[in-house]
Every structure is written in structure tokens, then in C-alpha cells.
């Protein structure tokens, strides 16, 4: 049983263990101390998280992209649609839809 690490005893709390140095031996205790880091090592660590920070807001940044158009085409769609719906016989559907399909004549729902 390892009680170098924090006990959960039930009431909410992490508890440490009384005496964990009598239970660990030396070669143990030797081993969990940590070595202070270099320079160059914490360079390299800053330098990973700048990439991966950068990465993570592209990607973060592109799935808002697609979101935005994607609600853009629902708009402009649900517009067309009632457009269409207030066509009163078939040729003033025909007629509505080839303006649809110009993009220049878009503006006509707005």
C-alpha cells in the first residue's frame, strides 16, 4: 500500500498520511524529490505551449468560422424559402426561382 499519496477518508477531505517518510525508504524518497529544471528545458516547455496554444485557437477559431456560415445558410435559406411560398401560380414560381439562382439578384429577400 502506497500512503505517500493523499487519503480520501470519506468527509470530504484529502487527508496526508501522519508519518510517510517511516514508511518510505530512502532509495523511495530519494526518488520522489524533484531536480530543478534547466533553462534550456523550460524554453522547450514554453515554446510546446505556445504551439499547442496556438493549434488549439486555429482549430477553436475555424469551427466558429463554419459556424457562422453554416447559420448564414440556414438564414438565407429559410429567406428563399419564404419567398418562394409567396409565389401565386407556377410561372411567378419559375420566375422567383431564377432569381434566386442569380447571385446578383440576392439582395431581393433582405
Request: aromatic residues 6%; hydrophobic residues 40%; proline residues 5%.
Given at each position: 500500500?502506497?500512503?505517500?499519496?493523499?487519503?480520501?477518508?470519506?468527509?470530504?477531505?484529502?487527508?496526508?498520511?501522519?508519518t510517510?517518510?517511516?514508511?518510505?525508504?530512502?532509495?523511495?524518497?530519494?526518488?520522489?524529490?524533484?531536480t530543478?529544471?534547466?533553462?534550456?528545458?523550460?524554453?522547450?516547455?514554453?515554446?510546446?505551449?505556445?504551439?499547442?496554444?496556438?493549434?488549439?485557437?486555429?482549430?477553436?477559431?475555424?469551427?466558429?468560422?463554419?459556424?457562422?456560415?453554416?447559420?448564414?445558410?440556414?438564414?438565407?435559406?429559410?429567406?428563399?424559402?419564404?419567398?418562394?411560398?409567396?409565389?401565386?401560380?407556377?410561372?411567378?414560381?419559375?420566375?422567383?426561382?431564377?432569381?434566386?439562382?442569380?447571385?446578383?439578384?440576392?439582395?431581393?429577400?433582405?
Open positions: 500500500m502506497n500512503t505517500g499519496i493523499p487519503l480520501y477518508e470519506g468527509d470530504g477531505h484529502f487527508h496526508r498520511p501522519a510517510p517518510s517511516l514508511l518510505q525508504d530512502g532509495a523511495t524518497a530519494r526518488a520522489t524529490k524533484r530543478p529544471l534547466t533553462t534550456e528545458a523550460l524554453v522547450s516547455i514554453e515554446l510546446q505551449a505556445r504551439r499547442l496554444r496556438a493549434a488549439t485557437i486555429q482549430t477553436m477559431l475555424a469551427r466558429f468560422y463554419d459556424w457562422i456560415g453554416q447559420r448564414s445558410r440556414e438564414v438565407l435559406r429559410g429567406r428563399a424559402e419564404a419567398y418562394l411560398g409567396r409565389s401565386t401560380d407556377v410561372a411567378d414560381l419559375e420566375r422567383r426561382m431564377r432569381l434566386i439562382e442569380r447571385p446578383e439578384r440576392m439582395r431581393i429577400f433582405g
